[in-house]
């Protein structure tokens, strides 16, 4: 007999039941498109163009451009296209800003833009933006021809320049008569005055007391205070030429007689009779002939020989008043001559004076030129060090520096350039770019270093200009940091970190062996650390992967040869790039290019030299390898452990258990990104299970003396075509900044089902900027395969965290294929890359909506929004905040993408168009299914672009609620309103945030708890910003922490915050921020109110009931 | 012959009274009898009611226990054996064997629990479980109640199969 139990199912329909924790697991987001290196306060990068007419020396000195049109090979144009294949590889890590000083017209600034703190990019585009920025705009101040007019200096000074060395101009008088009595060869000055003076002869009724002239006084005084400067030539190249003399001398000259002329015209009834100047009339070239006074009028025997204008390295020449600049010092100091393009340049990097370089400096309130900054200045002058060698330059740079005295003179001290070192440094650098004038450039870098540095950088060495950058950079970034979120193994007892440092000058207190600001790997390693019962971490890593002892053992498993090249195996190839594991290059070397530099090698510390966890403090640890891992990056380690999922029913189960039974004890092996490589580490071995939060585990993992080894190492075939590879053995680049996502699928489908039918496959996304990924078949990771090497179309970037999804198909051979969007500045799309079947693999591409600059830099999330039994619709979030739906369509083959859907705009959808300009969207969502089976999409508002600098920028947390699947009528239905409970506080689900609180990472959802960390910019730069969680019942919006009102935010430490951890065993949550790598960094925040508590949820579906009589 | 006049009413009257007596004797019997009758109907009903109630106390009793299995097994083992216990009867129990009740009453022997499992299938995961790094499988548990004859009744099995939405997740750490 048989009948249904309505009552039971009555019962327990709609109920739920607990279960113990079935399975433990940590959160599933990873992605941080955030530096951990954001939080410091950029240092300003203010570069001065010098424009002056040496510039225009082709750089080898074999050709001279004066006239208009411009030659490559210029020096300026040398230089400055240097520095913009160097600055790329900076822009996100200087303020930049700059100018463009020359010494033709007169010496003065032309150009400049100024640094903008709060906005790095903005500031990078001034400067470097193509046909635009400060560096394009330099061909606009070329100086075309003599004379350069050096000797005229900025604000239009009536200072003279005297022709003789004579206190106030004294002796010019007779030595205008000389010239006039005695002219070079060249210069003709026919007939004299008839006397010294006269009295004139004018007619008027009645006669007034008649005036007398003297034509000399008159003529001297003219050039004198008429703005004519006597000119200052030189026999150095350039220094003197007809051009020169004609511009100089001969003009000028001509414009006082004529002067003179009409002064006797009005004052005299015959003036010629008086001095005929008639010869005037026959043009300048007819009495003052440059090319012929080229050679005479500086030779001995010429009235000029001897003056000022031939020889100006008399002091006297400059008696008649000193020149100050802006700066408030001397444009001209002895022994220095008059030529003051330098001293210009320096000054404007440290003048005050509204709209100059120095005030945009002192305007920023974090700067270290204000009480309490510590906003750094850096200064790099491009230039071919013509007069830098001037003492006054020496003056100009000890007041940006730490002042002092120059010829007599107290120069007081600003500091601008100084560092904010523990003992400061200057910050001042000179790149020359020339042939010659090497030994005034080598001053002038002395002079801008205090000394310091003697020998100039070169500008036309772009290999030096980035090391020199990246040394200002190690000064000015020096610490510990982490920007990946931590691996947390299933079994919550083991935690894996991701932390590198940055090694700037060392401290007196420091170990020999500790690496200084010259050692430009930033350095990474793999901590594993046991978490105990209580979610609390051991502050003590059990092993790290730098740790002499590990790093020195080589690898534990070196691929067959067959695959040798893209493990690592390359050495003669890559070893400078990328760097090698010990035992592969047997001078044991890594990271090296070049031959006795120390600064690229492997790097050996003593044990207990090293503060590891940036609190300031040496630490306990064992002696150090560094180099073999060279990351800085951000991508979290993934733990690996042997395959516990389920098989999923009918035919194919005997096949997948005995996938899992092959499988079962397989090491536990730890997969991160780091400077091009896919590194696997050793994790532990299998052990025998023990209870866990009330868990008979079948199997643990324990570790063991190998623990931390490297087990081996993947270099995907793009990372040599990736742009910044070329630098990759000068600069830290970051070639890898993406995630790495690892699933059990079925990769293929037998007639009759097997094990090999299914394997762990491995996705790496190389991360922002680029576009390569990996797939990789770890199911055994003795013997790793790779199934996929490729990049992603053109326009679509690999910065969005790959997920690997089991596509619906009505064939038969299963699709397995990873979704991502076009990714940061990508195309705003969505992109689904098959990684099995090959060879054709599989493509989908679907276009999104997007306005101009709008793009989808966060991972989409697909899901079964229907109920068909696959994935049928996946979510993306634009930086905008635009929540878009596209539907993944099965066909026979490869799936494809349907319409997509903007649910962002459109009656009773969301409604974010009012936000949309103001605030962005860098975390990517999470979603899950509420209680109603309705689909929930969940992320917030943060600009990551800027975490220095408070703004009172209002950002939210939104939880939005897809309900059109539940229609019946099919009308789209995605909204916030009504998503939340009244005992929320409010039934709307958006959330709002205190002012300048940021969602920097990606939020997390598990057991009924949605978890979100937030960042808070400091009140500036150099004020740490503070890191903050929020959680919150995943139906109510209720806080999980209180159980009551909104979810208010919990303080978690100074720094970035990345992705929280919810802990099912313990239910606390664990996060880590970036600022220190410490138990201070590393917080288990208190218990949440989670589903179920310690016990998962189970939902009764069914009740099927038969009965049968015996 | 009055005599036999005047015998004749008497003897009609005891024939009325006798009649009347096997009246009620027959309508109290019929009372007994329907009062018998209807307290075996209530007997056998109230040990029919004891009976579900026994067999439903019983089937929560092994969901119970199954339930209690599953919160200390590491479901990693949970496809490694075969406790479909209604495809084949010789498949081992998930949890048990279970006797019902589990206290030493009458009748203790005479319910017999079994408590199987079946992986049915993956299906979404649970509400407020990230759909990125959480799977949702379908599992049943098969209960079988056996009563025998005796106390409780007849013997009979009483199967029921418990669908479950069981959250699990992903392998490895990441997603």
């Known amino acids: 007999m048989k009948r249904r139990s309505h009552h039971h199912l009555q019962l327990l329909a709609g109920s739920a039941v607990t279960l113990g924790a079935l399975l433990l697991a940590s959160s599933a987001q990873a992605q941080n498109l955030w ?116 000797y005229l200096y900025p604000g ?164 008649s008043g000193t020149i100050m600049s802006e700066c408030g010092l001397p444009l001209t100091l002895p022994p220095a001559t008059w030529q003051a393009r330098q001293v210009v340049g320096v000054c404007e990097s440290i003048d005050e004076t509204s709209g100059r370089t120095g005030a945009a400096l002192r305007a920023q309130p974090d700067n270290r030129l204000n009480a309490g900054g510590c906003r750094e200045n850096v200064a790099m002058f491009f230039t071919d060090g013509t007069y830098g060698n001037h003492t006054a330059v020496q003056a100009h740079a000890m007041k940006a520096l730490t002042g002092g005295t120059v010829s007599g003179i107290t120069v007081p001290a600003v500091g ?30 002395s002079f801008l270093s205090n000394g310091a540095i003697p020998n100039r950088f070169r500008a036309n060495s772009q290999t030096e200009m980035r090391i020199a950058f990246a040394e200002v950079t190690n000064r000015v970034m020096h610490g510990t940091y982490t920007g990946a979120t931590p691996g947390l193994d299933r079994y919550e007892s083991w935690v894996a970190f991701h932390n590198f440092s940055v090694f700037g000058r060392k401290k007196a207190a420091d170990h020999a062996s500790v690496p200084d600001d010259k050692y430009l790997p930033h350095p990474s390693r793999i901590s594993l650390h046991r978490m105990d019962a209580n979610g609390v971490l051991e502050s003590a890593p059990f092993c790290e992967t730098d740790w002499a002892s590990i790093a020195k053992t080589g690898l534990m498993h070196q691929p067959s040869s067959a695959v040798a090249a ?56 064992p002696p150090l390898t560094l180099g073999f891992m060279n990351g800085g990056t951000s991508t979290r380690p993934v733990i690996v452990d042997a395959p516990r999922e389920l098989p999923s029913g009918g035919a194919a189960s005997t096949a997948f258990n005995t996938y899992l039974a092959n499988n079962r004890t397989r090491e536990r092996i730890v997969y991160t990104w780091s400077n091009g490589y896919l590194h696997a580490f050793y994790g532990g071995r299998q052990s025998a299970g023990a209870p866990r939060f009330g868990v008979n585990l079948q199997y643990q993992y324990v570790p063991d003396a190998d623990s931390c080894r490297e087990y081996w190492r993947y270099r995907p075939t793009w990372v040599p075509s990736t742009p910044d590879y070329t630098y990759s053995n000068l600069v830290k680049v970051p070639l890898t900044t993406g995630q790495i996502a690892v699933r059990e699928v079925q990769l293929a489908a037998s007639a009759t089902p097997s094990a090999s039918d299914y394997a762990t496959v491995l996705v790496g996304a190389q991360g922002k900027g680029y576009r390569g990924l990996i797939a990789m078949n770890v199911t055994n990771p003795q013997a790793p395969t790779v199934l996929r090497d490729w990049t992603l179309p053109a326009g679509y970037f690999a910065s969005s965290e790959p997920t690997i999804y089991q596509l619906p198909t009505t064939g038969t051979q299963p699709k397995v294929a990873v979704v991502m969007t076009g990714g940061e500045d990508g195309t ?100 899950y299914f509420d209680a109603n089976n309705n689909v929930v999409i969940a992320y917030g508002s943060g600009n990551i672009k800027n975490l220095t600098t408070p703004n009172s920028s209002q950002n939210y947390f939104y939880k939005v609620v897809d309900r059109t699947f539940r229609k019946a009528s099919g009308v789209n239905d995605a909204t916030t309103s009504n998503s939340c409970s009244p005992t929320s506080g409010s039934i709307s689900g958006v959330i709002a945030l205190d002012l300048d609180e940021h969602v920097v990472s990606p939020a997390v959802v598990a057991k009924g708890v949605v978890a979100f960390t937030t960042y808070r910019v400091g009140a500036s730069a150099c004020n740490a910003g503070n890191a903050y969680l929020r959680a919150f019942n995943y139906q109510t919006c209720v806080d999980a922490f209180a159980g009551t009102g909104a979810p208010a935010a919990k303080d978690i430490g100074t720094g970035i915050p990345t992705s929280p951890t919810i802990l099912r065993g313990s239910q606390a949550v664990f996060t880590q921020t970036s600022a220190r790598t410490g138990a201070a960094a590393r917080t288990t925040a208190s218990i949440v109110q989670t589903e179920g508590g310690q016990r998962l949820r189970l939902r009764r579906l069914y009740w099927r009931p038969t009965i049968r009589t015996l | ?147 025998q004859p005796g106390i409780i009744g007849s013997g009979s099995e009483e199967r029921v199969a418990v669908g479950l939405q069981v959250p699990h997740t992903a392998s490895h750490s990441g997603n």
């Open chain 1, 416 to 445: 601008t350039y100084m560092s904010a070192d523990e003992v400061p440094q200057p910050n001042m650098y000179v790149f020359h770019i020339s042939s010659e004038a090497a030994g005034a450039a080598n001053t002038m870098q």
């Open chain 1, 156 to 319: 239009g000074s009536a200072v003279v320049n005297c022709l003789t060395p004579t206190a106030l101009c004294a002796g010019d008088a007779a030595a205008l008569q000389n010239i006039y009595t005695n002219p070079p060869t060249g210069l003709s000055l026919p007939g004299q005055p008839s006397a010294t003076s006269t009295t004139c002869t004018m007619t008027m009724v009645p006669a007034p007391p008649m005036p007398s002239i003297n034509p000399g006084a008159l003529l001297g005084a003219n050039l004198a205070t008429g703005g004519y400067q006597w000119p200052r030539w030189s026999s150095s190249p350039g220094g003197i030429s007809a051009h020169m003399i004609d511009e100089e001398f001969c003009g000028p000259m001509e414009t006082q007689l004529t002067a003179v002329r009409n002064a006797l015209a009005q004052c005299l009834v015959d003036p010629d009779a008086y001095w005929d100047l008639s010869f005037l009339s026959g043009g300048r070239g007819s009495w003052c002939n440059g090319g012929q006074l080229l050679n005479s009028i500086c030779q001995p025997g010429s009235p000029f020989f001897g003056t000022c204008a031939c020889d100006a390295t008399s002091p006297a020449c400059f008696s």
């Open chain 1, 566 to 621: 893209g493990f690592g195996l390359n050495v003669a190839t890559h070893r400078d790039k990328l760097g090698l594991p010990w035992g592969l290059d047997p001078t044991g070397r890594a990271f090296l290019n070049y031959a006795g530099d120390v600064r690229y090698r492997a790097h050996e510390v003593a044990g207990g030299a090293l503060d590891r966890d940036g609190d300031d403090v040496y630490d306990t640890h």
């Open chain 1, 35 to 150: 530096n951990p290196l954001d939080t410091k306060a950029n240092p300003n990068a203010i570069v001065g163009f010098d424009m002056s007419i040496t510039m225009r020396i082709n750089e080898s000195c074999s050709g001279c451009h004066e006239g208009a049109g411009i030659s490559a090979g210029e020096r300026w144009y040398v230089a400055k296209e240097s520095l913009k294949q160097v600055a790329p590889l900076f822009k996100d890590l200087f303020v930049w800003g700059g100018f463009t000083y020359k010494g033709c017209g007169s010496a003065r600034v032309v150009d400049r833009s100024a640094p903008i703190a709060s906005d790095k990019e903005q500031s990078y585009d001034n400067v470097f933006a193509p046909g635009t920025g400060l560096a394009d705009r330099l061909s606009s101040h070329i100086c075309i021809g003599r004379p350069t007019k050096e």
């Open chain 2, 1 to 147: 012959m009055n005599t036999l006049r005047n015998h004749r009413p008497r003897e009609g009257q005891k024939g009325f009274v006798l009649l009347m007596v096997m009246v009620l004797l027959i309508a109290m019997l019929s009372l007994g009898m329907v009062v018998l009758r209807e307290t075996g109907e209530r007997i056998k009903q109230g040990a029919s009611a004891r009976a579900q109630a026994s067999v439903s106390s019983a089937l929560m009793h092994g969901l119970d226990q199954a339930i209690n299995e599953l919160r200390s097994r590491d479901p990693v083992t949970l496809s490694e054996q075969n406790w479909d216990i209604f495809s084949n009867p010789a498949n081992p129990n998930f949890v048990g064997p279970l006797l019902y009740p589990d206290v030493p009453i009458p009748g203790q022997d005479q319910v017999d629990v079994r408590v199987g499992l079946r992986i049915v299938g993956r299906t979404r995961p649970p509400p407020g479980e990230d759909v990125k790094s959480n799977l949702g499988y379908v599992a049943e548990v098969l209960l079988s109640v056996r009563t």
């Open chain 1, 828 to 927: 705003a799309g969505l992109v689904m890359a098959g990684i099995n079947g090959g060879p054709g693999f599989g493509l989908a591409t679907r276009a999104l909506p997007a306005n101009a600059g709008e793009d989808y830099p966060t991972s989409p999330v697909c899901l079964d929004a229907t109920g068909k039994g696959g994935i049928s619709h996946c979510y993306a979030v634009s930086r905008w905040g635009r929540l878009v739906r596209v539907s993944v369509q099965s066909t026979a083959g490869f799936p494809t993408f349907g319409p997509a859907v903007d649910l962002s705009s459109g009656a009773g959808s969301l409604d974010l168009t009012s936000t949309a300009t103001s605030r962005r969207y860098w975390a990517a969502p999470v979603a």
